[in-house]
T-cell receptor
Framework: QKEVEQDPGPLSVPEGAIVSLNCTYS??????FMWYRQYSRKGPELLMY??SSGNKEDGRFTAQVDKSSKYISLFIRDSQPSDSATYLC??????????WGAGTKLIIKP | NAGVMQNPRHLVRRRGQEARLRCSPM?????VYWYRQLPEEGLKFMVY????????ESGMPKERFSAEFPKEGPSILRIQQVVRGDSAAYFC?????????????FGPGTRLTVL
């Protein structure tokens, strides 16, 4: 079993819809949770960073962490075609090494 | 402020040749990480370096792969005697000292193709 599970998709939704992306994990020592966005043939870029359970909002993006269920989510409101990309979750304990999900490919249809 | 720079962006090698990938971190960043990504897969950690030190190379294959981050100049990932299975995208990331774990800034990657 992988330490971090993420559905690879693709997930296809119409423009304007709310998108929900999820990851589950098995290591209860994970403390820091990240969402990265990766456009085709580009490097990942950090979107959201959370430490504790609860919600964190940044513009159209909301990151949610539920440590008791070992489950994290990223919500995108008012989705745009420019949001089409692969979204990678990543997490770490108190050290530096990131453990990555496989990424979910998101397609926003105009 | 320039981002993380990687070169070359594309590299083609024949089996048995050496591949040398370069990474210049963001200004002020002293921590460098190398990752490998296969198509439709997530990132696999390879090595974590600080200036002149390898901090963690637990993700590096035991043979043919090496990495360095000298006092001056870019970080280098070297793959000797490449094989077809080495074909992948190799990403470098950097972070400043004393940063929150996981906040890494990525370069555009080097796509290695082994013929």
């Amino acid at each position: 079993q992988k330490e971090v599970e993420q559905d690879p998709g693709p997930l296809s939704v119409p423009e304007g819809a709310i998108v929900s992306l999820n990851c589950t994990y098995s290591n209860s020592a994970f403390q820091y949770f990240m969402w990265y966005r990766q456009y085709s043939r580009k490097g990942p870029e950090l979107l959201m960073y959370t430490y504790s359970s609860g919600n964190k909002e940044d513009g159209r993006f909301t990151a949610q962490v539920d440590k008791s269920s070992k489950y994290i989510s990223l919500f995108i409101r008012d989705s745009q075609p420019s949001d089409s990309a692969t979204y990678l979750c990543a997490m770490t304990d108190s050290n530096y090494q990131l453990i990555w999900g496989a990424g979910t490919k998101l397609i926003i249809k105009p | 402020n320039a981002g993380v720079m990687q070169n070359p962006r594309h590299l083609v090698r024949r089996r048995g040749q050496e591949a040398r990938l370069r990474c210049s971190p963001m200004k002020g960043h002293s921590h460098v990480y190398w990752y490998r990504q296969l198509p439709e897969e997530g990132l696999k950690f390879m090595v974590y370096l600080q200036k002149e030190n390898i901090i963690d190379e637990s993700g590096m294959p035991k043979e043919r792969f090496s990495a360095e981050f000298p006092k001056e100049g870019p970080s280098i990932l070297r793959i000797q005697q490449v094989v077809r299975g080495d074909s992948a995208a190799y990403f470098c990331a950097s972070s400043p000292p004393a940063t929150s774990p996981g906040t890494q800034y990525f370069g555009p990657g080097t796509r290695l193709t082994v013929l």
